[in-house]
């Protein structure tokens, strides 16, 4: 099982980026697939989630209207698309596959918001 996420990098605030997370080594499409985020000091923090047919989605609060999760099941992939990016949203982003008691998650992609 591989979870491989990509495309954070430096951002300037107001600015966008989009992740993807690559899936392999499992039936992408039964899985619920999900975004978290970890802060330097803080818990790790749920951001964003989408069901395995991608009809139902659920953001964190703090996200809500600036982000977008969605996926595309041939090709194991599942995307966040970050728009009027602020500091705080400063932190290394994982995504995470779950099914019933199957759980995996990605190394993690660093998303830095400065100017």
């Known amino acids: 099982v591989q979870l491989v996420e990509s495309g954070g990098g430096l951002v300037q605030p107001g600015g966008s980026l989009r992740l993807s997370c690559a899936a392999s080594?499992?039936?992408?499409?039964?899985?619920?697939m999900s975004w978290h985020r970890q802060a330097p000091g803080k818990e790790r923090e749920l951001v964003a989630a989408?069901?395995?047919?991608?009809?139902?989605?659920n953001y964190a609060d703090s996200v809500k209207g600036r982000f977008t999760i969605s996926r595309d099941n041939a090709k194991n992939t599942v995307y966040l698309q970050m728009n009027s990016l602020k500091s705080e949203d400063t932190a290394v982003y994982y995504c995470?596959?779950?099914?019933?008691?199957?759980?995996?998650w990605g190394q993690g992609t660093q998303v830095t918001v400065s100017s």
């Open positions: 080594g499992f039936t992408f499409s039964t899985y619920a």
């Open positions: 989408i069901g395995s047919g991608g009809g139902s989605t």
């Open positions: 995470r596959a779950n099914r019933w008691s199957d759980n995996y």
